[in-house]
Structures are given as structure tokens and as C-alpha cells.
């Protein structure tokens, strides 16, 4: 058989996966702050994490970003997401780089990329950024 059937994957191992994606945006400067871990974590709970699933997804997801050397791992079940739901996880996104006031070079490289990969329009990118900074200064 040459290709595989998709299969569904569980709730939390997708939720892991989005935070896998959050962690490595929040890593990316090579600056993790609680700041940005208080942004992942309040995002997997908007997303359908239950606060006692969410220290084990969290955990399972460092693991998971540190032993991946792509973006790709992270982003290929979020494209099937809705909507409202990538926008979300781009909200959360650009909230953890303003987190700290200011986006490097290395940061708005991996958002354009990340725009590519999820299917969002420059424009859709562009009025989030600018609602996040407006919201963060």
C-alpha cells in the first residue's frame, strides 16, 4: 500500500504537537521566559486541554521540541485546524515573541515561514501582529 490511511490523533497528542510549536517560537531567541510558558499554557487550555492534562502535555511537548530539528513536526496537523483556531495559535504565537517588546530577525523569520506552512494570507498575518503589539505596548 502506498499510502497510509490518516489517522485522527488523540486530543492530547495533538495538543502537544501546538505546544511543541509554542515552546520552539518561545525558545527561538534563545530566551524562555515564564512569561511565555504563562501564554502556551493559558493557549492549550483555550484549545481543549483539561488542567490536569496540562503539566503532561507541556512536559511531553519540550521533549518533543527539543528532539525535532524542523518546524514541520509541529505544523502538519495544525493545518486542518479551523480558522479560529490557527488564528488563535497565531495570536498565542505573537504574543510569546512581543512577550518580551521586541521581535528579532529570527523570530518574524519563523512567523513568515509559519504563515507559508499554516495557509494565513499577509494580510490575516500582518492585523495580528499589529493587534498583539498594539495590545502589548
Not at 515573541?97 to 523570530?107: F, G, L, P, Q, R
Request: contains cysteine; hydrophobic residues 35%; charged residues 35%.
Amino acid at each position: 500500500m502506498f499510502f497510509k490511511k490518516k489517522e485522527n490523533l488523540p486530543k492530547n497528542n495533538f495538543l502537544t504537537k501546538i505546544c511543541a510549536l509554542l515552546i520552539h517560537a518561545a525558545k527561538i531567541d534563545e530566551n524562555y521566559t515564564s512569561i511565555e510558558e504563562e501564554i502556551i499554557k493559558k493557549t492549550i487550555l483555550e484549545l481543549g486541554s483539561s488542567e490536569e492534562d496540562l503539566n503532561q502535555i507541556i512536559k511531553e511537548s519540550k521533549v518533543i521540541e527539543e528532539n525535532s530539528n524542523q518546524i514541520l513536526d509541529f505544523t502538519k496537523e495544525v493545518k486542518s485546524l479551523p480558522e479560529k483556531d490557527k488564528i488563535k495559535i497565531i495570536e498565542a504565537l505573537w504574543s510569546i515573541i512581543y512577550s518580551n517588546k521586541n521581535a528579532d530577525t529570527y523570530e518574524t523569520n519563523l512567523m513568515r515561514r509559519l504563515a507559508g506552512l499554516l495557509y494565513i494570507d499577509n494580510k490575516t498575518m500582518g492585523n495580528i501582529k499589529n493587534k498583539i503589539k498594539k495590545d502589548k505596548f
